[in-house]
């Protein structure tokens, strides 16, 4: 596996842990860290000065989607690894 790849999955597993932790401490609900990945999900989407296949639009959105089902996942109390997290995109997609 390409390396950045596992880089990128390790950073992806970090955020979401550190979204969980900032919900624990009630700095943000899991509502407003939802809605901040939805507006960062909308201005990728929303970018015209680039024209991006499909594939790669959805690489670009498929750290985002990862922390909302993280999100989600946390709020039923559940965990799950990142390959059930990617098996969901890719279901998702």
């Given at each position: 596996?390409n390396?950045?790849?596992?880089?990128?999955?390790?950073?992806?597993?970090?955020?979401?842990?550190?979204?969980?932790?900032?919900?624990?401490?009630?700095?943000?609900?899991?509502?407003?860290?939802?809605?901040?990945?939805?507006?960062?999900?909308?201005?990728?989407?929303?970018?015209?000065d680039?024209?991006?296949?499909?594939?790669?639009?959805?690489?670009?959105?498929?750290?985002?989607?990862?922390l909302q089902?993280?999100?989600?996942?946390?709020?039923?109390?559940?965990?799950?690894?990142f390959?059930?997290?990617a098996?969901?995109?890719?279901?998702?997609?």
């Open positions: 596996m390396t950045a790849n596992l880089q990128l999955k390790g950073l992806i597993m970090a955020m979401a842990s550190i979204c969980d932790a900032i919900v624990e401490k009630e700095l943000l609900t899991r509502g407003e860290i939802d809605t901040a990945l939805a507006k960062a999900q909308k201005a990728i989407q929303e970018d015209d680039h024209e991006l296949s499909g594939a790669n639009l959805a690489a670009i959105l498929f750290p985002i989607r990862v089902l993280a999100g989600q996942s946390g709020t039923k109390g559940e965990g799950a690894t390959s059930d997290y098996k969901l995109v890719g279901k998702l997609s």
